[in-house]
Structure formats: C-alpha cells, structure tokens
C-alpha cells in the first residue's frame, strides 16, 4: 500500500521559510486522481489543514495561511512539497503529508509527521 | 477556534457506550458534505476510523459508528476497551473556505 515520509530541517528560524518534502512510495503520485495534503498539529492541540494539490498541480489553501503557503509537486520524484514563509513559533508542529482522492473525501492515508520546531 | 465544535473529553468505563459530537454549519456538515472519524494515539499520525459518514474502514471494529443529522454528526463506540483510549477528530469540507476543517477533537478516556 501507499506509504508517505515526510524529511526537512526539524529546525527553523523565525521570519525564514520552512520547506518540507513528502515522499510517496509504492505507488506513483501521478496515477489516479489523488489529491496531497499537509496537515499540521502544534504540540498538544488539534488538526489544522495548510493546503493541497492535485496529480494536475491546481492547489488549494487554508485562507488563514494562504499568503505564505505554496505546495508544489515533482512527478519525477514522485514527491510533493510544502514551503511556508515568514515563519513564527506559532508554527511550530508536527506536520503531515496525507492523501485524499477528493476534495469532499476522507483522508485515507497520512505519513508519520515531521516536528518543525521555530526557534532561533 | 475550529470550524467543527467537539466536547474537549468525554469518559467511560469499559464496556459502556460513549458518544462524540460534531457540530458544523450549513457551508460544511449541513451542506452534505461527508464526515469523517480519526483516532490518533499518542504520539501516532491519525487513523481513519470513519469515512462518508458512517462506513467503516476496513479492520476498524464495528463497535465504531458514526452518523450525522442536519449540522451535526455523531461518533459512538460501544463495548469501550482500553485500546480505545485515545483523540478522536471529526473532519468535513466546508465550502466558504474551499478546504477540509477539522474539528477540534476529543479525548476519550477509559475509567
């Protein structure tokens, strides 16, 4: 089945851009009509969604986040990014990368999380 | 605060039935969108326990159901065990933001 790993520094300063990569192995991420999440949870707190992309590249944001959010996808590497800029220690969280086949649709399969901690 | 509401923490002893809520909204559960379950374990990425409002992933056990009404929807687990001690989240779509919300989630407790 589907597999996802979420890699990047687990360190960033405040006001840099934190970047983050999801691998997705045992399946091709540009087959089917999958939709890739990320999805963040600050340290015990709930479930924030950042944004998505589909296999096409069309994106979609949280309003909340969107002037510092950009997803992106590299088919050659079967592999999707996420970059968000201007960060504070409000963002600091376990991110995860996830999919979903709709926009409506469950998320059926999740990566382990990745702790990005803002510190300087 | 988050687009679903969810009580912070309910509680049972094993054996007994307990409930979570989700309340939306009509631009969310109230518009139709599908409502899903997760439960996350400590220190775990989150589980899909309940897809399209009441069906049933499978290997999730069928002392897990859900269902919605209106704005609302609803998970239950019966027969309560300690393995189900754990955060469980309800999640939908809601269409004045054109993303997935998330409730706030709830922490099950096994007395």
């Known amino acids: 089945q589907v597999q996802l790993q979420e890699s990047g520094p687990g360190l960033v300063k405040p006001s840099q851009t934190l970047s983050l990569t999801c691998t997705v192995s045992?399946?091709?991420?540009?087959?089917?009509?999958?939709?890739w999440n990320w999805i963040r949870q600050p340290a015990g707190k709930g479930l924030e969604w950042i944004g998505r992309i589909y296999t096409s590249g069309s994106t979609s944001y949280n309003p909340s986040l969107k002037s510092r959010v950009t997803v992106s996808i590299d088919t050659s590497k079967n592999q999707v990014s996420l970059k968000l800029t201007s960060v504070t220690a409000a963002d600091t969280a376990v991110y995860y990368c996830a999919r979903s086949s709709s926009p409506h649709r469950e998320i059926d399969y999740w990566g382990q999380g990745t702790l990005v901690t803002v510190s300087s | 605060q988050s687009i679903l509401t969810q009580p912070p923490s309910v509680s049972g002893a094993p054996g007994q039935r307990v409930t979570i809520s989700c309340t939306g909204s009509?631009?969310?559960?109230?518009?139709?969108?599908?409502v899903n379950w997760y439960q996350q374990l400590p220190e775990t990425a989150p589980k899909l326990l309940i897809y399209g409002d009441s069906s049933r992933p499978s290997g999730v056990p069928d002392r897990f159901s859900g269902s919605k009404s209106g704005t609302s929807a609803s998970l239950a687990i019966s027969g309560l065990q300690a393995e189900d001690e754990a955060d469980y989240y309800c999640?939908?779509?809601?269409?004045?933001?054109?993303?997935?919300?998330f409730g706030g989630g709830t922490k099950v407790t096994v007395l």
């Open positions: 045992h399946g091709s991420i540009s087959s089917g009509n999958f939709y």
């Open positions: 009509s631009s969310n559960i109230g518009a139709g969108y599908n």
């Open positions: 999640q939908s779509y809601d269409s004045s933001l054109s993303g997935v919300v």
